[in-house]
């Protein structure tokens, strides 16, 4: 667990980008493709704390990137080369383009300023679409990871960052997988080994700084 201060210095409004993953009506939402996975992001409160600290990002003038995953109706250009691409074709409620499915979900909102990166292919937010040029035309240092999975999207998302070069950070408590006691065995033995652990609460005590640090408009 990071010291306050340890986080405080990589939480520098002025190089510091907030992104959600996935947090999608489809996907996280009441009436989502996952039943399981939308239950576990509500119940286990990280759908709220995801909200929480966009809002807080908001606030502190923190720049906020939500990474959304779609496909088109003629599934034109998706991946069709793992079984998890192939059963999502079968699935009743489908990620199609233009449709509330691909909204992000309450109670994230989503602010005038804020960056929506939509994918249609893969499996990471980072990889081969603009989130990196966008986080370098920012100039971030470090990125703060939230949503959903932790199960194939989440740690997707921290090894392409780690590997272009950011530092990643990890609120524990909003992120969520399926079953839910994997999410603490993928945040202790893989993610803890390449992010910054911590909690909703201590990232949200970072962000309450003086206004004068943060990033010009």
Same mark, same amino acid.
């Given at each position: 667990?990071?010291?306050?201060?340890?986080?405080?210095?990589?939480?520098?409004?002025?190089?510091?980008?907030?992104?959600?993953?996935?947090?999608?009506?489809?996907?996280?939402?009441?009436?989502?493709?996952?039943?399981?996975?939308?239950?576990?992001?509500?119940?286990?409160?990280?759908?709220?704390?995801? /909200? +929480? =600290?966009?809002? $807080? &990002?908001?606030?502190?003038?923190? !720049?906020?990137?939500?990474?959304?995953?779609?496909? #088109?109706?003629?599934?034109?250009?998706?991946?069709?080369? /793992? +079984? =998890?691409?192939? $059963? &999502?074709?079968?699935?009743?409620? !489908?990620?199609?383009?233009?449709?509330?499915?691909? #909204?992000?979900?309450?109670?994230?909102?989503?602010?005038?300023?804020?960056?929506?990166?939509?994918?249609?292919?893969?499996?990471?937010?980072?990889?081969?679409?603009?989130?990196?040029?966008?986080?370098?035309?920012?100039?971030?240092?470090?990125?703060?990871?939230?949503?959903?999975?932790?199960?194939?999207?989440?740690?997707?998302?921290?090894?392409?960052?780690?590997?272009?070069?950011?530092?990643?950070?990890?609120?524990?408590?909003?992120?969520?997988?399926?079953?839910?006691?994997?999410?603490?065995?993928?945040?202790?033995?893989?993610?803890?080994?390449?992010?910054?652990?911590?909690?909703?609460?201590?990232?949200?005590?970072?962000?309450?700084?003086?206004?004068?640090?943060?990033?010009?408009?």
């Amino acid at each position: 667990m990071p010291s306050y201060e340890q986080l405080r210095e990589l939480l520098d409004p002025a190089s510091t980008v907030l992104l959600t993953v996935e947090c999608q009506q489809g996907v996280v939402g009441p009436d989502g493709a996952l039943p399981e996975l939308a239950r576990e992001a509500r119940s286990s409160g990280a759908l709220v704390n995801i /909200a +929480r =600290l966009v809002a $807080a &990002a908001h606030d502190s003038g923190i !720049q906020v990137i939500h990474a959304v995953a779609e496909r #088109r109706p003629d599934g034109r250009g998706a991946n069709r080369n /793992a +079984r =998890l691409f192939r $059963a &999502a074709e079968r699935l009743p409620v !489908q990620q199609l383009a233009g449709t509330t499915a691909v #909204r992000v979900a309450a109670p994230i909102e989503v602010a005038e300023e804020d960056f929506v990166v939509r994918r249609l292919h893969g499996l990471s937010p980072v990889q081969g679409t603009d989130i990196d040029a966008l986080l370098r035309n920012l100039g971030c240092r470090t990125l703060i990871v939230t949503g959903v999975s932790a199960n194939v999207a989440i740690p997707n998302a921290v090894f392409d960052a780690v590997n272009r070069g950011y530092t990643a950070v990890v609120p524990r408590d909003a992120i969520a997988g399926v079953p839910s006691d994997y999410t603490p065995a993928m945040i202790r033995h893989t993610l803890a080994l390449v992010a910054t652990v911590a909690t909703t609460d201590e990232v949200l005590a970072c962000f309450k700084r003086p206004r004068g640090s943060v990033r010009p408009a």
